[in-house]
């Protein structure tokens, strides 16, 4: 079974809790960017169905914005609302702009009980998240808080991908890495404006080398991955099947920017019943014939399965019991 595999059959089991010196796994098919500065959207977030929701402090805010007023209605929308998101994060602005340190200090220390994560953006290299580690060990001692909270990395640019292994490995508190398709074509000067759009032009997929990069280090240093946005929010099928590119290269979930991708995000990346079902079969076939009968590889339903076999099967069982799947009846 794979680190990832393992630690969130683990998460499940124990509620999608882990010890505090290691990143939290937790269900993240869809991650619904809100703007802090429109409470209207902040009380409609509240009431959706997405798996995270990430109050954002820094594209979705104009810069005459970016002030204690936005940082106040951010706190107010975790403090106040009865969010059906299990997980609640706020992207701050990134560490080498002057709105970084107030962003996460001030939300920390307000409404730090309520907040499962910070997400870092255009991280570089290792001192982004460093600086971050340290700043949050900081303020959860000086506000007294009893969680531990996790860090978002979202790789948006060229320099960041080159150092994507050695930005995972900086801390303990990553709990996922992000691709931010808007902001990297900017950084490799793509002639175009829809953001994570693959050009119809382009001789194969777009995106297919960050994606894989970004989800390959993720699995090597047992984290999440995460697709980022598709910006024509009412281009369903658009989305669905940039949704399907990087769920079939190993992601756990994507970014949702309108409560129409909501349905159509949840659904891509939850296993299907039958496919659930067909990997607890091959889970049962398997420990029938590796512990009983003292075979390593079997025939089963026409295929020949193996101990590969009994890893792939773990990754999609783990995802569907994550989902809320459960074997029908027999």
Not at 208 to 226: D, E, F, K, M, N
Not at 243 to 262: C, F, I, M, N, T
Request: net charge negative; hydrophobic share 40%; aromatic share 6%.
């Amino acid at each position: 079974m794979s680190v990832l595999s393992r630690r969130l059959r683990d998460a499940v089991k124990a509620g999608l809790d882990e010890p505090s010196d290691r990143p939290t796994v937790r269900l993240r098919r869809s991650c619904l960017a809100v703007p802090a500065s429109n409470p209207k959207m902040l009380a409609k977030a509240a009431t959706l169905e997405a798996d995270q929701v990430f109050v954002d402090l820094e594209d979705a805010v104009a810069s005459s914005e970016k002030n204690d007023r936005t940082r106040q209605q951010a706190v107010a929308a975790l403090l106040e609302n009865e969010w059906r998101a299990r997980t609640l994060v706020v992207r701050v602005n990134a560490v080498d702009t002057q709105w970084c340190f107030r962003d996460v200090s001030f939300v920390v220390l307000r409404a730090g009980a309520r907040l499962d994560c910070i997400m870092l953006p255009k991280v570089e290299d290792a001192s982004h998240v460093h600086f971050l580690d340290h700043l949050l060990g900081q303020l959860e001692r000086e506000g007294d808080l009893e969680q531990r909270i996790g860090i978002e990395v979202l790789i948006e640019n060229a320099r960041g991908l080159i150092n994507v292994a050695e930005i995972a490995a900086a801390s303990t508190r990553i709990e996922a890495l992000i691709f931010g398709p808007g902001d990297y074509a900017a950084s490799l000067g793509l002639p175009q404006l829809s953001v994570g759009i693959s050009n119809p032009e382009y001789p194969g997929d777009q995106w297919h080398y960050p994606l894989s990069r970004i989800v390959t280090t993720a699995r090597a240093y047992g984290l999440q991955a995460i697709d980022g946005p598709y910006g024509a929010i009412r281009d369903v099928d658009g989305f669905r099947k940039s949704a399907e590119r990087s769920k079939l290269l190993g992601y756990d979930g994507k970014w949702v920017l309108h409560p129409g991708q909501l349905d159509a995000c949840n659904e891509m990346f939850t296993p299907s019943q039958d496919q659930y079902e067909l990997a607890e079969r091959l889970l049962s076939a398997y420990r029938q014939f590796s512990e009983v009968d003292g075979v390593g590889a079997a025939m089963h339903d026409g295929e020949m399965i193996d101990e590969a076999s009994r890893r792939m099967a773990e990754a999609i069982t783990a995802r569907g019991r994550a989902a809320g799947l459960k074997r029908a009846e027999a």
